[in-house]
């Protein structure tokens, strides 16, 4: 089995630092080029389904990619795959000297975050193990660190070792039943770079 993670195109909310946590936000216009631009990358490849976030901005990116993907026939909303609840954070505007590993207390904790990730990755070895199947992810930055930092073996300490995850970026895994998890490519966004 193959994971492909993508982080949703550009918002509108990105462009002015506001964050966004589980509000829904649009895309903006370079966002909806991103959008098109990871679609182009993609749509050769077998996909053999979808799981997405079910916030608007990962559904358009996803819908996007599905459109241009005559392979990819199944689109499956999953909450697991949600960004982080910030709590009052959200809807404001980062500050400059915003520091990412303090937010309010009401914040969703990592290790909660990283229960539903883990349960979501359980169910897609239930799945898929052993197969050659390809499965797309759609979700949001801080979300796809904590699945990066679950599938590299860390502890939910090193979170923020990894490094910020780009707009339409796209992170490869593959699993196999004898190695566990390997990663295969990490953060590429070179697709946004014509």
């Known amino acids: 089995m193959r994971i492909l993670i993508v982080r949703h195109a ?5 462009t002015f630092r506001i964050c966004q946590g589980q509000m829904d936000g649009q895309l903006s216009e370079k966002g909806h080029w991103e959008a098109e631009q990871v679609a182009l990358r993609l749509k050769d ?40 609840f910030f709590g009052s954070m959200q809807g404001k505007v980062f500050p400059p ?8 207390p009401e ?11 883990r349960d979501l990755l359980n ?11 390809t499965i797309l992810l759609v979700s949001h930055g801080f979300t796809i660190r904590v699945l990066v930092a679950i ?9 923020w ?11 490869v895994f593959d699993h196999t039943l004898d190695k566990g998890w390997i990663e295969r490519l990490f953060n590429d966004a070179s697709h946004t770079t014509v």
Not at 10 to 14: F, S
Not at 51 to 74: E, F, G, Q, W
Not at 151 to 159: I, N
């Open 97 to 104: 000297d915003y520091d990412e590993t303090h937010y309010p």
């Open 107 to 117: 914040t969703e904790p990592v290790t909660d975050m990283a229960q539903r990730l």
């Open 161 to 171: 070792t990894v490094p910020e995850i780009l707009n339409t970026s796209v992170t």
């Open 10 to 14: 550009e918002t509108i909310e990105n």
């Open 151 to 159: 599938l590299r073996g860390f502890a939910l300490e090193k979170v």
């Open 45 to 84: 490849i077998d996909i053999s389904v979808c799981y997405t976030s079910d916030l608007k901005r990962a559904s358009d990116t996803c819908a996007r990619i599905a459109v241009m993907n005559p392979h990819l026939s199944s689109v499956r909303p999953d909450v697991r795959l949600r960004e982080r």
């Open 123 to 133: 169910d897609l070895i239930d799945l898929y193990a052993g197969t050659d199947k």
